[in-house]
Structures are given as C-alpha cells and as structure tokens.
C-alpha cells in the first residue's frame, strides 16, 4: 500500500517561489510514475507535471513549463514540485499521485493513477 503525503503548501505572493513535496509512507514509489496534479475552484483537475520512476523522463503542462520543475529523490521516496515565478492563477489544490503499473511513460491522465495524496492548497496572492 502506498500513502502519499504532500507537505509544503501555503500562501505566497505572486512572482515567488513555492516548494511542494510527496512523500510516501509504506511500499517505496521508486518504481513508479508520479504525477503532480491541481484543482482549482470551478475548474477540472489538471495535470501540472509527471516524471517517470527512474527521473529520466518529465511531462510538464504548457501552463507551467520553464516555471515549474519536477525532480524525485528515490532514496528519499520522495517526489518534488519546484514552482518559481507563481501567478494567481497557479492558486489550486495540488495533489501528487503514483502509478506503480507503467514507469516509463510521463503522458496521460488521472485515470492512470492508482495511488493519491490527499492536496494541499497552495493561494498566490496578487
């Protein structure tokens, strides 16, 4: 069983940076794809970021490439969302998510997903 946990996000002001992180408590995630996702209110969940289990390939929304960066640390069982340059409109819930059953592959949608954090909000003011 994997649990998933996100610490790390809270209010910021537009222009900054916020560090969100996924760790996971029980079976190791290093084998497994993770996927960074956000909802924000009215709005369907988005993919924001994924990375596959060895960190060799990264998927990133045309909304956030060149500001957010993707990077895990499988010694930590951990997986990281870097987000600089924030907007409002980044303001979501962000949720890390795993799918131990395909690796490789970084494309796809929630649906891939087997394993869930609960979100953690991240509000960038303006």
């Known amino acids: 069983q994997v649990q998933l946990v996100e610490p790390g996000g809270g209010l910021v002001q537009a222009g900054g940076p916020l560090r969100l992180s996924c760790a996971s408590s029980?079976?190791?995630?290093?084998?497994?794809?993770m996927g960074w996702f956000r909802r924000a209110p009215g709005k369907e969940r988005e993919i924001v970021a994924a990375?596959?289990?060895?960190?060799?390939?990264?998927y990133y929304a045309a909304s956030v490439k060149g500001r957010f960066t993707i990077s895990r640390d499988n010694a930590k069982n951990t997986v990281f969302l870097q987000m600089n340059t924030l907007k409002p409109e980044d303001t979501a819930v962000y949720s890390c998510?795993?799918?131990?059953?395909?690796?490789?592959?970084?494309?796809?949608?929630?649906?891939?997903?087997?394993?869930w954090g609960q979100g953690t909000q991240v509000t960038v003011a303006s």
């Open positions: 998510a795993a799918d131990p059953n395909n690796p490789v592959d970084v494309v796809g949608g929630p649906g891939r997903y087997v394993y």
């Open positions: 029980g079976r190791s995630i290093s084998s497994s794809a």
């Open positions: 990375i596959s289990g060895s960190g060799g390939s990264t």
